[in-house]
């Protein structure tokens, strides 16, 4: 099965190798390998079935379309600074509806990848607490629309938070815990049931991130 997958000879229907030794062949984390699948699921080009593995989809005109993005992506000069572009417009907007809907079971899972932001000192740990963290907050929109294109943006969060986090770790050792700061108060907004609140601290948080990014590129 290796060896298929090293030749490209897989076909739709067929049963990937497991997650562990895929990673070791591709020289990738567990961890992003995972993100990378869930992203693939999202457009419809794996799925993944309990206790039996994940399996390769016929590729269709729909995945194709929700690929375009992610292409450009990678080509852009600037993916960094695309994506936060998106982010900025689609996570305010979710923050907003976090805190009129959340429930307390959707709070208890913020708390849970806020607790690792605060006390981790793996990076990647706070890496996927991270994503995590944004992942919950368009769950507590209850917008299936909304969570299906959050997961998309998870997938290519990965590349880019991992840029953040290693980059700005090693220049800024306050980054993380100003990071984490701002979390726990966006949380605090949506646990308040604050709509304006709650949209006013993810654009701090974004703003915060993104200054940083523009003049990195300055």
């Keep these: 099965m290796s060896d298929l997958m090293i030749e490209g000879r897989l076909k739709p229907g067929d049963r ?56 450009l992506l990678v080509k852009n000069n600037e993916p960094h600074r695309e994506l936060y572009e998106i982010r900025i417009c689609f996570e305010t907007f979710a923050a907003k509806l976090a805190a009129e809907r959340r429930t307390e079971a959707q709070l208890k899972q913020m708390e849970k990848h806020l607790e690792v932001l605060r006390t981790s000192h793996n990076v990647e740990e706070l890496i996927q607490a991270d994503i995590n963290f944004h992942r919950s907050i368009t769950e507590a929109t209850g917008n299936s629309l909304m969570i299906a294109v959050m997961e998309v943006i998870a997938g290519l969060m990965q590349y880019s938070v991992e840029y953040f986090k290693t980059t700005h770790l090693e220049r800024d050792p306050n980054y993380n815990a100003i990071a984490s700061l701002q979390h726990d108060e966006i949380y605090q907004a949506i646990k308040a049931k604050d709509v304006k609140l709650a949209e006013d601290k993810m654009i701090i948080h974004f703003e915060y991130s993104y200054i940083k990014l523009l003049k990195e590129n300055d």
């Design 16 to 71: 990937m190798i497991p997650e562990r030794e895929l990673a070791q062949i591709l020289n990738v984390s567990r961890s992003s390998l995972r993100e990378a699948f869930k992203v693939l699921e999202v457009i419809d080009l794996l799925e993944m079935k309990p206790r039996e593995g994940t399996f390769l989809k016929e590729p269709s005109i729909s995945s194709m379309m929700k690929l375009l993005p992610m292409m």
